[in-house]
């Protein structure tokens, strides 16, 4: 069962999207004001061929939710050899998860 903030992936992007392999992030990247703009940078960088015109309000919003998208994607249950499925939520832990899955 997965459901912590290491199987979402949680800032295993921070090094792509400063441009620091030696970075360390306390706490998850979108919850840190200083990251806000390098997270914005980075998601317009890697999408501008297919945006075409966006809405500037809207940037930070859309550059979170690929943030997340990317996290999930490239957190360590990827390296599985069996099938998983990745029901885990950035910022979640493994208590939170055990208690949706009671609901």
Same mark, same amino acid.
């Given at each position: 069962?997965?459901?912590?903030?290491?199987?979402?992936?949680?800032? #295993?992007?921070?090094?792509?999207?400063?441009?620091?392999?030696?970075? %360390? #992030?306390?706490?998850?990247?979108?919850?840190?004001?200083?990251?806000?703009?390098?997270?914005?940078?980075?998601? %317009?960088?890697?999408?501008?061929?297919?945006?075409?015109?966006?809405?500037?309000?809207?940037?930070?919003?859309?550059?979170?939710?690929?943030?997340?998208?990317?996290?999930?994607?490239?957190?360590?249950?990827?390296?599985?050899?069996?099938? #998983?499925?990745?029901?885990?939520?950035?910022?979640?832990?493994?208590?939170?998860?055990?208690?949706?899955? %009671?609901?």
């Amino acid at each position: 069962m997965l459901g912590d903030c290491a199987s979402a992936g949680t800032n #295993v992007m921070a090094s792509e999207i400063t441009g620091k392999s030696d970075i %360390l #992030v306390e706490y998850s990247m979108p919850w840190n004001d200083k990251l806000h703009q390098a997270i914005d940078f980075w998601y %317009l960088k890697k999408n501008h061929k297919r945006l075409g015109l966006i809405d500037y309000n809207q940037v930070h919003y859309k550059a979170l939710d690929y943030l997340y998208d990317q996290e999930i994607k490239n957190s360590y249950w990827k390296h599985f050899k069996t099938k #998983v499925t990745n029901l885990s939520k950035n910022g979640a832990t493994a208590y939170g998860y055990y208690k949706r899955l %009671l609901k």
